[in-house]
């Protein structure tokens, strides 16, 4: 019964979806009656739009994403501009999609309207002739006038445009791996800059450096009831090496975080990670892409099962990737594979090897495209999690279990939106029947929304069932919702404000917890090396249990230099 009730619930959630992208695919109806505009009243008006040749200095930027305005157009703002091209994957001529256009000539009378089914009369009263091409020489353009330019109407151009985010090839070109966790390109577009990084040529590969050098100063330096102050030094750094390929990507990334309190040592971070990724293209269909990483940090404070006071443990995970993707038209497959190995060291003389987790999740994944910009999918994951001992109440906190999510796919290539939102339901089911199974509503999204060239909104959402050593409960179910704005006061002067909502359920357990953080930035974009940065954050944690609400406040100054 469990598989029929899963089967159906991937049934309807994707009939849902479906149902969803296609109210949002269907094209504006045309109006029947349409009053005489005053640009198509004047006779001297032209319905063409100019599109100036590539100068040189944008072709020396190649790295650069110049922000687009949103095209103001009455057509669809995410048609895809090169649907023409694409007849051989099955995709519909996207000028099928386009309202009737109507003459707004106040010359024309009811009376000299076409029949229907009747074609309409060309501007010039000339009536052409069945079966009779014209084979005349087209016009040459008038002396002065841009032999390059496009002479379609403004309609039918705007039938095919989807506006572009820029060109900006190397920065991210691996990103099919998990969409819900790795693809970096809708806080991409979300985190719009005056400068791009244009990097530094070394043979075939683009090296992007970046340091960033800071104080930060808290009044609650260990999260705790009883807040105490400290300040500190703060260095990050990071290093990506990105391929230039025609075929294929290879992606090397490091980074670094250092920091240095003057009384509270023990919060000191010395956290550092490698990973790798990359893409092997096998056919134009078909690519296999891989990740490879090693991280090494501090564990918050915050954190599930977490030391409030003494010394914090070291966390080090190692994680691999593996995905195939498949488009077959407009229906593509994914399959994925990771292993993720999670390690805590002791702490205050503490063994936390009751908390290691080797963990392994297989993942499939259909996807069905209405458009580039608009596609429904559904995703089945099954995942098994092992743990290196038992805590201290002798049951094992080994499980399984699956997630089951249906969403949309709005690209990842948009200048306007881009990005993945879902919903479904997961369980875990412990290994030792003394615990329950746990289960959960997920959200996930990671969306983002440029609404103009100067504003943007990056939504994102994760839901997932943690183990936990608590006596007897058999995880903690987690959803954090965050919601980010920035905006642009001048070009140079970028202002940021969000807030984060995290839920903590344990499960089997009257333990209800609830942590909220707000925050407002500002960044000055000196120059295309040089940004100063500023930063204030809020963080609220509300829990049921005895002494354990606390505040805390954070401001952060610092400068960022980059190539």
């Known amino acids: 019964m469990t598989v029929v009730w899963r089967l159906g619930l991937i049934l309807f959630g994707f009939a849902v979806a479906t149902l969803t992208a296609a109210v949002l695919h269907v094209p504006r109806a045309a109006a029947q009656y349409a009053e005489p505009s005053a640009r198509s009243a004047d006779p001297s008006s032209t319905a063409t739009r100019t599109r100036p040749s590539q100068s040189a200095d944008e072709q020396a930027g190649a790295y650069e994403m110049p922000a687009r305005r949103p095209r103001r157009s009455d057509q669809n703002l995410y048609s895809d501009p090169d649907a023409g091209d694409q007849s051989e994957d099955g995709f519909a001529d996207a000028s099928a999609d386009a309202p009737d256009q109507e003459s707004n000539d106040p010359t024309n009378s009811a009376s000299g309207d076409p029949a229907d089914g009747e074609p309409a009369a060309p501007q010039d009263g000339l009536m052409g002739e069945d079966g009779v091409i014209d084979l ?11 032999p390059n330019r496009d002479t379609r109407p403004v309609e039918d151009v705007d039938v095919f445009a989807n506006p572009p985010a820029g060109h900006d090839p190397l920065l991210f070109q691996i990103e099919d791996i998990d969409p819900i966790e790795t693809d970096r390109r809708p806080a991409r577009l979300a985190r719009f800059e005056p400068y791009d990084p244009v990097g530094i040529k070394i043979g075939s590969f683009v090296f992007f450096p970046e340091i960033e050098i800071g104080g930060l100063a808290t009044n609650n330096v260990l999260s705790s009831p009883t807040p105490s102050s400290d300040i500190a030094a703060e260095i990050r750094s990071t290093s990506r090496f990105v391929s230039n390929w025609t075929r294929h990507a290879v992606e090397l990334r490091g980074t670094t975080v250092s920091s240095f309190y003057d009384e509270f040592a023990t919060e000191d971070d010395r ?28 564990e918050s404070r915050s954190g599930i099962d977490a030391n409030t006071a003494g010394e914090r443990a070291d966390v080090t995970v190692d994680r691999a990737n593996l995905a195939l993707n498949h488009r077959f038209n407009r229906l593509s497959v994914q399959l994925r594979g990771a292993i993720t190995d999670t390690a805590y060291s002791d702490a205050n003389g503490i063994s936390n090897a009751d908390r290691d987790t080797l963990e392994t999740t297989q993942t499939g994944r259909a996807t069905w495209e209405f458009k580039p910009t608009l596609s429904v999918y559904a995703e089945q994951e099954w995942n098994q999690r092992d743990k290196e001992a038992t805590p201290p109440d002798g049951i094992s906190r080994s499980s399984k279990g699956t997630r089951t999510r249906i969403g949309l796919d709005f690209g990842a290539t948009g200048a306007i939106l881009r990005g993945t939102i879902s919903a479904g339901y997961g369980q875990q089911n412990p290994d030792d029947s003394r615990l329950k199974e746990v289960d959960a509503f ?32 058999g995880g903690v179910i987690t959803h954090t919702v965050g919601l980010e704005a920035r905006h642009a006061f001048r070009r140079y002067l970028i202002a940021t404000a969000g807030l984060a909502v995290t839920n903590y359920d344990y499960d089997a357990t009257t333990i209800r917890e609830n942590e909220l953080i707000t925050y407002l930035g500002a960044e000055y974009y000196a120059s295309p090396e040089l940004v100063l940065f500023t930063r204030y954050q809020h963080l609220n944690f509300d829990s049921n249990e005895v002494n354990r609400d606390y505040d805390s406040d954070e401001i952060r100054v610092g400068a960022r230099l980059r190539r």
Not at 274 to 293: H, K, M, P, Y
Not at 453 to 473: C, G, P, R, V
């Open 136 to 146: 005349a020489e087209p016009q040459a353009p008038n002396d002065g006038d841009d």
């Open 271 to 298: 956290a550092w990670g490698v990973e790798a990724r990359g893409r092997l293209d096998i056919t134009r269909r078909t690519n296999l892409q891989g990740l490879a990483s090693h991280d090494l940090s501090q």
């Open 442 to 473: 997920l959200f996930d999204a990671n969306l983002a929304w440029r609404p103009s060239e100067i504003t943007s909104f990056l939504l994102t959402a994760q839901s997932d069932i943690y183990e936990t050593t608590t006596e007897l409960s």
